[in-house]
């Protein structure tokens, strides 16, 4: 595996992240800094903020971001009412958009049909469902400007085209059944492994910006292992499986930050990124990786069960 990370199935560079700017909108100071910290822990080099749409529109005219991401219900002017006046640009000249084709990223917690498509009409290009995980935020950038949407200017729509074309050498989980088994299985691990990799990387570096583990750094860390956990499970690696159901078991127990030992996580990001290293690992060797982490947790949780008992 490569040593320089990449996004998550992507080509992706650290430079092409360094060269970013993203003006980030919410009004929710606590999931404001988090995306802010996100975006900062994987290298992306400026990020800009604003508490709402209007506030937003000022930095749009003196950053000139290549992406941004809003929340969508704010006071002043929403997310949605500046996608739109974003969009409208393209047609009415405004000197506070420089760029009416710029990416909108929605982040949300609405996950009904029809919100997303009144996002969809105002203009909304991608969305990232609130709880989200460092690679869901990622992952979005790489989709904007990999695999960019063509830009629609027409009487009765106005932002970036609605339709996406289908990857005809898609590799991943839901792969054509013509696929040579042993290829798509070999190309679905190691998008997988990667995937992973990135995302424990992401998680790391938040962790260390925010100064240490918090309760919204605790509950990212706790969906990146259910992620990591399905992720495994999709393509059989058990070790990996087990290892991060082991940070969920301690994480459960403790109940909070406060009663969590950093160095527990640690040792469980550790084992599973030199699992995740190895290409063909000892099976006995993974199985007593294993086997350490689930002694730790038992540990700490009965030494837990003695404090509060």
């Known amino acids: 595996m490569s040593s320089q990370r990449l996004l ?42 604003a508490v709402d749409g209007q506030r937003a529109r000022e930095l749009l005219r003196h950053r000139c971001p290549h992406i941004i991401f809003t929340d969508s219900a704010m006071p002043v002017m929403d997310g949605l009412e500046l996608v739109r006046s974003i969009r409208r640009a393209a047609i009415y000249p405004d000197p506070l958009v ?84 042993e290829v798509a299985d070999e190309v679905e691990r190691e998008v997988a492994r990667e995937t992973i990799s990135v995302e424990l990387e992401a998680m790391r ?29 999709q393509v059989r690696d058990k070790t990996v499986e087990r290892a991060s159901q082991s940070l969920i078991a301690y994480v459960d127990a ?20 030199n699992l995740l290293g190895q290409i063909e690992m000892d099976p006995v060797e993974a199985d007593r990786i294993a086997r350490n982490l689930e002694a730790v947790v038992t540990r700490k949780s009965a030494r837990r069960l003695v404090a509060i008992g």
């Open 254 to 273: 403790m109940g909070g930050p406060d009663a969590c030992d950093p160095a527990v996580i640690e040792i469980h990001f550790d084992a599973i990124r």
């Open 205 to 233: 570096r938040l962790i260390a910006a925010r100064g240490g583990m918090d309760r919204a750094t605790l509950q990212m860390t706790y969906r990146v292992m259910q992620h990591t956990t399905f992720r495994a499970r």
């Open 98 to 181: 420089p760029n009416p084709e710029v990416p909108v990223v929605m982040v949300t917690g609405q996950r009904s049909e029809r919100d997303v498509q009144i996002a969809r009409l105002a203009g909304v290009n991608e969305f990232v469902i609130k709880p989200f995980t460092p690679a869901a935020l990622l992952s979005r950038i790489q989709l904007v400007l990999r695999k960019p949407r063509h830009f629609i200017i027409s009487e009765a729509y106005v932002g970036p085209d609605r339709r996406r074309k289908v990857e005809l050498n898609y590799s991943g989980p839901l792969r054509r059944t013509c696929d040579p088994e």
């Open 8 to 49: 998550p199935s992507s080509n992706l560079t650290p430079d092409d992240l360094s060269g970013l700017k993203i003006l980030v909108v919410d009004d929710h100071s606590n999931t404001l800094r988090l995306i802010t910290d996100v975006l900062r822990a994987g290298g992306v080099g400026e990020v800009y903020t």
